[in-house]
């Protein structure tokens, strides 16, 4: 075996060099990284292997001026490599035999993969990205199973040339003409593969050709479900379509393709997903999301929302598995309210969903702002944005700040509203393959959704998460307490709940990020507590947040004999804490929450106060500061 790496001493630096010295049958192994080459293959018996996780080696021959790995006669295996053409395919194959395993390929004007003359492919788990064509097998056989295929200009498929592979299991989507092409006279077998979002046609079959397509899922096409012209035969057995145009399968006079329907029953098993078993709902999966999502703090609204979108969901799947009509749905969402309501554990969650009930295939989540789609120049943004949304595809693209992109960045110079207009365009094309969930304040997303006409129509629901309630901040607090290994001692949690009633909320309060923010405040003063103990503190000692003890004072100056408060606490300078009927702030008694009279002065009571000294005692008679960020 031939190890390729850059940095590693003795190995060789190029794969074009492992290659230069490899005997036939030899297995070269590449280590992470971007190789900028283009290999010629011609005649070799070779396998060329990621070291790595696949997607980890990227051959980038997008400037070489020819196909970026090029495989004439012999026979070769690329393992877990991407591969990157330019105006040439990626991967070319004439004559010989090509096996690619878990592979990426994209091209720009050209095929990502060709397979032509004569050649055998055998490709399993191979995603292509990008190019005009995906795939093009002319004159060539071989199989193809549990592929992608999407964001292609022209057709996703082609088969051409009298050519005879076998397609299963594979998925089409997004393609900028037809999903499949098969033309002149050829006799590919296309098997429960999943069709859609094409710019014209899902199937196009021309010009003498004879397929046989079994069990396969049409949709969501601009054009017809399956198209077959004169002259050409076939058969076309157990596959449906739906949300295409009319008729879902047409079959022009004097073709001799047989035409046998689809059961009622459901959709055909078809596409990616169903290459190792059966695509369908995970049942179990989907109670375990949403017990995850009950057992939040609060939120009750957001969740009778969740709740119903996938009701809606679930339902509409076994209307499609019954063979009963089912009408587009958007999956994409807003999401509305102050900051550190559970905004982006909901969208996780609600990702999760739609990939336990078959909706999409990986639930990925994708988390972007402003900076992330937004480019410097004319033609950047559409760029970014677009390279955003494709490698959110499959799963959740979640844009928080949404609002931002359409507020005016200067004179003339903000590319927010491009953002924007390139997201309403891809939302429609692609909303069958990915939920955006964009989110906000209320008033400021508002105004976002006005910033193009066709925007708002993209969503499928609002969702408002309010702030939470003092009683709700405590439960998060003692939650967070909780996971840490912390224990809050009595008399602290009346106090906390005090403070969450009396600090002052606007749309920038932070809610849960102002609960974990006084945690870290109490650990802190608990570490410096601990500190001045003396001795090594116990297990209890170093789990226990406690409220502090007041001190005698002076009458006038509030301070102990010692100089300071006289408080040890856990608790931020300013927290105050109701024991007992009365509120004290660093000794001294206040008014107490919601107008209730704060007792005679001296009463029992007690401080929870930073610890001894001038500044905690100065610190005291301030207002809480909360941080707006």
């Not at 909303?431 to 304040?441: C, K, L, M, P, S």
């Not at 408060?565 to 008014?591: H, M, N, Y």
């Amino acid at each position: 075996m031939l190890t390729v790496s850059p940095d590693r001493a003795g190995a060789c630096p190029t794969i074009t060099d492992a290659l230069e010295i490899a005997p036939d049958d030899a297995v070269v192994s590449i280590a992470p990284g971007v190789y900028p080459e283009s290999l010629r293959l011609d005649g070799r018996r070779v396998r060329l292997v990621a070291a790595g996780e696949p997607g980890s080696v990227i051959v980038d021959g997008r400037a070489a001026g020819r196909p970026t790995v090029a495989c004439t006669g012999g026979e070769v295996l690329l393992q877990g490599l991407v591969v990157q053409g330019g105006d040439y395919p990626a991967v070319e194959a004439v004559g010989g035999r090509l096996r690619m395993e878990k592979c990426q390929a994209s091209a720009g004007y050209a095929a990502a993969v060709s397979v032509r003359d004569g050649a055998r492919i055998e490709a399993v788990e191979v995603t292509v990205t990008g190019g005009q064509h995906g795939l093009v097998v002319s004159d060539a056989g071989g199989t193809v199973e549990q592929c992608e295929i999407r964001d292609v200009t022209d057709d996703g498929i082609i088969v051409r040339l009298g050519a005879d592979p076998t397609i299963r299991n594979c998925t089409v989507g997004a393609a900028g003409f037809r999903g499949v092409y098969v033309y002149q006279a050829a006799r590919p077998t296309i098997e429960r593969c999943d069709i859609s979002g094409t710019g014209d046609a899902g199937i196009v079959v021309a010009l003498q050709s004879s397929p046989t397509i079994v069990d396969c899922w049409v949709h969501d096409t601009r054009g017809v479900g399956i198209d077959v012209g004169r002259g050409c035969g076939g058969t076309i057995e157990g596959s449906r379509t739906e949300q295409t145009a009319t008729p879902g399968v047409r079959i022009a006079e004097g073709a001799g393709t047989v035409f046998r329907a689809a059961e009622a029953g459901g959709r055909p098993m078809a596409g990616v997903s169903a290459g190792g078993g059966t695509v369908g709902q995970d049942e179990r999966r989907v109670e375990e999301l949403l017990a995850e999502l009950d057992s939040m703090i609060g939120l009750a609204g957001v969740k009778a929302e969740v709740r119903s979108l996938i009701d809606e969901i679930q339902v509409n799947e076994w209307r499609r598995d019954a063979g009963l009509p089912v009408g587009a749905v958007s999956h994409h969402l807003i999401f509305t309210g102050a900051p550190g309501t559970g905004k982006t554990t909901v969208a996780r969650v609600y990702g999760q969903l739609l990939k336990a009930l078959g909706v999409l295939p990986n639930g990925q989540f994708r988390e972007v702002s402003r900076r992330d789609l937004v480019g410097q120049y004319i033609g950047h943004t559409a760029e970014k944005t677009s390279s955003v949304f494709t490698e959110a595809l499959g799963g959740v693209l979640f844009i928080d700040e949404a609002y931002t992109l359409s507020r005016a960045g200067g004179a003339g110079g903000d590319f927010g509203q491009e953002a924007i207009d390139t997201l309403v365009k891809l939302m429609e094309d692609h909303r069958d393959q990915v939920a955006v969930i964009v989110a906000g304040y209320t008033t400021e997303m508002a105004a976002f959704l006005d910033a193009n006409s066709g925007l708002a129509s993209r969503f499928a629901k609002t969702l408002e998460f309010e702030n939470y309630s003092p009683v709700q901040l405590v439960d998060i607090v003692g939650r967070i307490a909780r996971t840490d290994e912390y224990l809050l001692a009595d008399g602290l949690t009346d106090g906390l709940l005090e403070w969450f009633g009396q600090i002052e909320r606007d749309q920038n309060f932070g809610n849960a990020r102002e609960a974990r923010k006084l945690l870290e405040g109490m650990r802190k003063a608990q570490s410096g507590r601990l500190r001045a103990l003396g001795r090594m503190p116990s297990r209890d000692d170093l789990r226990t947040l406690v409220p502090g003890r007041p001190a005698r004072r002076h009458p006038v100056t509030g301070m102990s004999p010692t100089g300071g408060t006289g408080a040890r606490s856990d608790a931020p300078t300013a927290l105050i804490v109701r024991v007992r009927g009365r509120a004290t702030r660093a000794g001294r008694p206040v008014a107490a929450h919601r107008g209730r009279p704060a007792g005679p002065a001296g009463a029992p009571g007690r401080a929870l106060a930073a610890s001894p000294g001038p500044a905690a005692a100065d610190g005291a008679r301030r207002r809480p500061r909360r941080d707006r960020g």
